[in-house]
């Protein structure tokens, strides 16, 4: 085989979670043994009537066969019919959806669809990695949109440069967000909704913690500023919300134009969606409404949880109204990876350090919030006292 990878793939920035696992395996090597708060990847088990569908779903005598490209007609229904009854989106999903294994890879093959080299995608610049890194496979270009703390951030549309904005074929927004815990309401999207028809842009809107909010005010769906869905595709997935990560299901839903163009690039490099993952998203889907509010209940207790031991360790931290990550300030006159490293070597504990969702990251850092309670509270109260060690010494 040829002994190199393409340019493209070649070309890529480095991944700054493949520096995190070397420092992971150097501490283990060494011995230690560690709290991942890393990766967020749930640990909550799945509901039993999802693993019920799933095995329901595996014994039809067909479950081997292939699945349809799209999705399956009781997948189409609870799509639809989720749309409807959480964000009173009325669509036809035999046009305007599309099963996925998981939300990651839609955006992905929605961008490699769309973009040609040279295209320009408007990326916030505190990005979900494949946001940017589908652009830079296709050889398309990358803008940041700011999105700052002091705007509890929030997209700053107005701050795109005319020539940007010219250019550019997509705007991606991710509310509730990853990694920073903010969510927007309405009127944001209806800015985005607004700016994207103005520009001839393609919106689209990354919705992977839907769910996960923690004010009793649920997240607005794009689509609710966009009904007739002129500029808006969404992207949805049970990896969070149903702690279904390992099944890798998701959708997409909004406008017919972008969902053929991905349903037309899928086409050409797989075979649609898994049938059982689909029976147990369907069974998901139909029944969200008692599925989610003991999810959402965990992880605002492990939230609060590590809130408390902060604020017992001297640290005001303010909790973020969604997600399940906290997004946190390292402390003053540390570096960002000195202060991982020295969590990991000297405390046992991974966290992200902000600069693997893009440079708007510097100075933050990141903790999934993947284990029990318990076990956060005492990861806090640790992190909480290095902090104050940290600050001495600075
Ligand atoms: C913002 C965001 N979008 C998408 C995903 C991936 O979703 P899926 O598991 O459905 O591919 C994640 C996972 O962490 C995420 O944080």
Not at 15 to 26: G, N, P
Not at 229 to 257: L, P, Y
Not at 343 to 365: H, N, Q, S
């Amino acid at each position: 085989m040829p002994s190199t990878l393409s340019d493209t793939l070649r070309n890529l920035p480095p991944y700054v979670f493949a520096e995190l696992d070397r420092l992971k395996a150097d501490a283990r090597a060494r011995g230690a043994t560690l709290v991942d708060l890393g990766i967020g990847s749930p640990n909550l088990q799945v509901a039993p009537g999802i693993i019920r569908a799933m095995a329901a779903a595996g014994e039809e005598p067909t479950s081997g066969a292939y699945p349809p490209f799209r999705a399956t007609p009781g997948y189409f229904d609870a799509i639809a019919d989720f749309m409807h009854a959480r964000f009173g989106a009325t669509v036809e999903p035999e046009a305007e959806a599309l099963a996925l294994s998981g939300a990651k890879e839609g955006i992905a093959q929605l961008v490699f669809a769309l973009c040609n080299p040279g295209d320009v995608v408007l990326v916030p610049e505190i990005f979900y990695p494949v946001f940017a890194r589908a652009p830079l496979l296709t050889g398309a270009e990358v803008r940041w949109v700011p999105m700052r703390p002091e705007n509890d951030f929030v997209l700053d549309l107005d701050a795109i440069s005319a020539a940007d904005r010219k250019r550019a074929k997509i705007l991606i927004a991710n509310y509730p967000n990853n990694p920073t815990g903010a969510r927007v309401e309405i009127d944001f999207h209806e800015r985005a909704v607004e700016f994207c028809r103005r520009n001839d842009l393609l919106y689209v809107s990354d919705m992977a913690y839907s769910e996960l909010t923690f004010g009793g005010r649920p997240a607005p769906s794009a689509l609710e500023a966009d009904p007739d869905r002129e500029v808006t595709i969404e992207f949805h997935s049970c990896s969070k919300t149903f702690s279904m990560a390992g099944m890798r299901i998701g959708f997409a839903v909004g406008n017919h134009d972008a969902i053929e163009a991905l349903a037309a690039y899928r086409t050409n490099v797989g075979y649609g969606t898994p049938t059982v993952m689909q029976a147990a998203a369907t069974y998901a889907l139909n029944h969200y409404a008692e599925l989610v509010p003991a999810t959402v209940a965990e992880y605002r207790a492990r939230r609060d949880a590590m809130m408390s031991a902060f604020h017992a360790a001297g640290w005001n931290a303010s909790p973020p109204p969604a997600s399940m990550y906290l997004w946190l300030p390292i402390p003053e006159g540390t570096d960002d990876w000195e202060w991982v490293r020295t969590l990991i070597d000297e405390d046992g504990i991974v966290v992200t350090p902000g600069m693997a969702f893009g440079e708007g990251g510097k100075g933050y850092f990141r903790v999934s919030l993947v284990r029990d309670r318990d076990t956060l509270a005492r990861a806090a109260a640790t992190i909480g006292a290095r902090r104050e060690a940290m600050l001495q010494r600075a």
